[in-house]
């Protein structure tokens, strides 16, 4: 079984500059969770899909993140304008449903951002 | 708020020598807690989830244990292949979100 699968594994952007990671979940997971992780700290959750709506997004800064999830399968994160503190990891995971239920996490996408 | 902290934050040990990692919780109430491994460059792997306190997991050389404070992970007989940042996460009641700690980065020398 396939896993969680992120793109791109690297970005480099300059500072203002849009950028934008592609998530596709384990086939047959509904949830979907978008995590950044900052050097040496464990994920911190941006932002919970069930299916295609957004259930918990208080995490996000939405001045100038943005996320989509269309036909409650894969998902894309956006930042616009990128800043040089979103430097990090950003981690993407799935599951079957929600409470209790194993998150398994994709490869991660690390922003440079410079 | 959920506090995770895990110590300590780095270990270094020979190869076979056996150690222990601790995960203590501030949360009301656990649904469950989880330990995941992660490889640098790459994303955190499930390892265990544990649900009550007295309950126990086993996988290879690991062994994680539960109490209604912390968790230990024990490592018996480790090899350089169990080097990795080893990272614990909550769960609290009617809560879907993971709250983890910063990690234990374990090192095993040949």
């Known amino acids: 079984e396939a896993g969680v699968v992120q793109s791109p594994r690297y970005k480099i952007i300059e500072k203002k500059q849009p950028v934008a990671f592609w998530c596709n979940p384990i086939s047959g997971h509904n949830t979907l969770y978008w995590y950044l992780q900052n050097l040496g700290q464990g994920p911190e959750l941006l932002i919970r899909?069930?299916?295609?709506?957004?259930?918990?997004d208080s995490q996000l800064p939405k001045d100038r993140f943005s996320a989509e999830r269309l036909k409650g399968v894969d998902s894309t994160l956006k930042i616009q304008p990128a800043e040089l503190g979103d430097s990090a990891v950003y981690l993407c995971a799935s599951s079957k449903g929600v409470v209790t239920d194993t998150q398994y996490f994709g490869p991660g996408t690390r922003l440079t951002v410079l | 708020e959920d506090q995770v902290t895990q110590s300590p934050e780095a270990l270094r040990l020979q190869e076979g020598e056996s150690s222990s990692l601790n995960c203590s919780y501030t949360?009301?109430?656990?649904?469950?807690l989880f330990w995941y491994r992660q490889d640098p460059g790459k994303g955190p792997e499930f390892l265990f989830t544990l649900y009550s306190a007295g309950e126990e997991k086993e996988k290879e050389r690991l062994k994680a244990t539960l109490t209604k404070k912390e968790s230990f992970l024990h490592i018996t007989a480790p090899k350089p292949e169990d080097s990795a940042t080893y990272l614990c996460a909550v769960q609290a009641p009617n809560d879907y979100k993971l709250s983890f700690g910063a990690g234990t980065t374990v090192t095993v020398r040949a």
């Open positions: 949360v009301s109430g656990l649904r469950g």
């Open positions: 899909y069930e299916n295609e709506e957004a259930v918990d």
